[in-house]
């Protein structure tokens, strides 16, 4: 699993998706592995509006890159983005890949399990059905 | 209309995975149609953020695939972020084996393993893909992980690639209404294909009434490809719904 995945996806119980806690999700036990990608400059350029940076940052730490900036970097006329910047983002979203771990919901501390690569959001039943559902039985 | 290669799928257990068929291959003329790639490439252009795209229930991979490997034909660039979710994690392995041997252009990100668009954040999809589980049955079979809550009925990864439930459209139904949540809402699109029984003309009056989802969005919505006999009892068709 990318690392760029993760900025796209939040826990998948319907009771979290409104609080601020379901995203990002948290890795535990991560084993990362880098796999070659053409580097694009233009491509991390046109990805970056498309990257919540606070979010991105929690997750680029727990998996021990520390080098992001505190700010999502801007390209302006003056002064377009910095190279380096663009290839270590490059490197960390989508050279850097999960291949077995854990997510975790900060808010009802659901586990999503990564294997060989695949993270699994299926939900046992109870969880699944609308809260209404549940409290109808 | 360009003549583009339908990806190799060879490696594919289609003792577990649904094989392409007739629905497969009308998605893919659909989406490489001319009327498709002029509605993409002005909807998408280059210079804008790049566009997510999600196939939901991608199978074999053949779909999204496609859509990754033609990228600079279909949006007119490859500044594409592509993604899959299915049910069942065989046919995700089997799609990103689909994907890598067939010359990705865009970039591929994944295949989870979800129910439709569950893991999802609000507004993220641009264009989103969904060939559904469409034949009317009488009930819906079970996902993988309710085996020991449902008696111990039997997971059968083959029925949930077609077993629909009533008109075939239970699983459709709960697509289109998170679609309101998951589209993002300046440009995204989704192409949906329904089969006759369906009642197709009856979906596209509720979604253009609002009656889909919980904010009562008037979507767009058209036909935009279709195959099959009219005297059979399949007739396919892709439709665009888009805000």
Request: proline letters at 7%; charged letters at 20%.
């Amino acid at each position: 699993m990318k690392i760029l995945t993760t900025n796209y996806i939040s826990c998948a119980v319907k009771a979290c998706k409104s609080t601020s806690l379901s995203f990002p999700l948290h890795f535990q036990d991560a084993v990362l592995v880098q796999e070659e990608v053409d580097f694009k400059p233009e491509f991390i350029t046109n990805i970056l509006p498309r990257i919540e940076w606070e979010a991105l940052k929690i997750t680029a730490v727990e998996l021990g890159f520390t080098t992001l900036p505190a700010q999502k970097p801007e390209a302006t006329e003056e002064a377009p983005l910095d190279p380096q910047v663009l290839k270590d983002l490059h490197t960390l979203l989508l050279e850097t890949q999960v291949t077995e771990g854990k997510l975790v919901c900060a808010n009802c501390k659901h586990v999503y399990n990564i294997h060989q690569g695949i993270a699994n959001f299926l939900l046992p039943n109870h969880l699944a059905l609308p809260l209404i559902m549940i409290t109808n039985f | 209309m360009p003549l583009l290669p339908t990806p190799d799928t060879s490696h594919v257990d289609y003792d577990q995975i649904y094989e392409p068929s007739e629905d497969s291959y009308l998605l893919l003329d659909t989406l490489s149609s001319d009327s498709e790639i002029s509605f993409l490439k002005e909807r998408f252009p280059t210079q804008n953020a790049v566009p997510i795209v999600l196939e939901v229930g991608t199978g074999s991979g053949v779909v999204l695939s496609f859509l990754t490997t033609n990228s600079s034909t279909i949006f007119g660039h490859d500044s594409v972020l592509t993604l899959g979710i299915d049910v069942s994690t065989p046919a995700n392995k089997a799609t990103n084996e689909t994907i890598s041997r067939n010359k990705p252009r865009g970039h591929y990100l994944d295949s989870l393993t979800a129910n439709l668009v569950s893991p999802l954040r609000d507004g993220t999809v641009d264009m989103l893909v969904f060939n559904p589980p469409y034949v009317p049955t009488s009930e819906l079979p079970i996902l993988p992980g309710e085996e020991d809550a449902e008696g111990g009925r039997k997971l059968d990864l083959l029925e949930l690639t077609y077993a629909g439930g009533p008109d075939g459209m239970l699983t459709t139904d709960r697509l289109l209404d998170s679609l309101e949540k998951v589209l993002s809402k300046d440009r995204g699109v989704a192409y949906i294909l329904l089969c006759a029984q369906n009642k197709p003309e009856a979906v596209a009056e509720r979604l253009r009434s609002g009656r889909y989802g919980e904010e009562g969005i008037r979507w767009q919505v058209e036909k935009v490809g279709s195959s099959g006999k009219k005297g059979g009892w399949e007739v396919l068709g892709i439709w665009r719904i888009w805000r």
